[in-house]
């Protein structure tokens, strides 16, 4: 009689020290460079401008969640039409992600404020309207870029995430009786955003070191606010510094806040 092998069991890798000798090195010269930041280096402007800052700071988060939420929302339509057509639609939203795409954002932030805003205001029907308070302003138009941006970017990303959805699991659910939309609500979104959770991840990041593009249009985020800080007391390295270590900060957030959520989403394979 044969014998059987015994399979072992998976055993889940053990989690890595943080006290290994290469990371214990890192956080020894991370003190150093802090210290000698904070020995050598001028702070006393930050009283000065710190309500200045804080401001800046909201208006930076609440532009890339703004912009974020919203072109992920015209991202869903323009994944999916390019999966399920019709075709005019499905070539139109491949155009789309592919002319904006193709182009910088700047030029497309500048075409917006300087184009269509300067269109606006030829127009007295526009001037009279009450619309016309908040096309007057830059932030509209610093919003609208990054939210075309994004839902560009994105759109191409849920494509390929409707696409790779296993046909089974839709098979199984018309099965069940499910109508197109319950299916939509129910099986395909969710399991589309499931597999783009990590992709996702890097573009809201690649959106914050966006959101710097905005002051070039006087929309006073951070940047903007560090930009300030460095004309009035002619320093150069520590604003620049303390704007590094505010994204620094923000990054670390958000990309901490994706792991969180995707580890609450249970993993049904790919």
Request: aromatic letters at 14%; one cysteine or more; proline letters at 6%.
């Amino acid at each position: 009689m044969s014998e059987v092998t015994a399979i072992p069991a998976y055993q889940a890798p053990k989690a890595r020290s943080l006290f290994e000798p290469h990371r214990i090195f890192l956080m020894v010269l991370f003190a150093i460079i802090l210290l000698s930041m904070a020995w050598f280096m001028r702070w006393d402007w930050i009283p000065k401008y710190q309500t200045r800052l804080l401001w800046g700071i909201w208006e930076t988060i609440v532009m890339l969640f703004s912009t974020a939420i919203a072109g992920f929302i015209l991202a869903v339509p323009l994944g999916l039409v390019q999966v399920t057509g019709p075709k005019p639609l499905a070539w139109l939203a491949r155009g789309f992600c592919t002319l904006i795409r193709g182009t910088p954002l700047l030029l497309q932030l500048w075409l917006l404020y300087y184009g269509l805003g300067s269109l606006f205001a030829q127009y007295p029907e526009i001037r009279q309207s009450f619309l016309w308070p908040y096309l007057r302003q830059a932030w509209p138009y610093g919003f609208a870029a990054l939210t075309i941006s994004f839902a560009a970017y994105e759109g191409e990303v849920m494509r390929g995430a409707f696409a790779g959805v296993p046909k089974g699991e839709l098979e199984a659910a018309k099965a069940y009786g499910m109508g197109r939309f319950t299916m939509f609500r129910r099986i395909w979104l969710p399991r589309a955003i499931q597999r783009t959770l990590p992709t996702l991840t890097g573009e809201t990041v690649i959106q914050l070191k966006s959101t710097p593009l905005v002051a070039t249009v006087t929309v006073v985020d951070v940047y903007a606010v560090i930009s300030k800080v460095r004309q009035d007391t002619f320093l150069t390295y520590e604003p620049l510094l303390l704007l590094a270590a505010i994204y620094l900060i923000l990054t670390g957030i958000l990309v901490f806040s994706f792991r969180q959520l995707e580890k609450r989403i249970p993993n049904r394979g790919v």
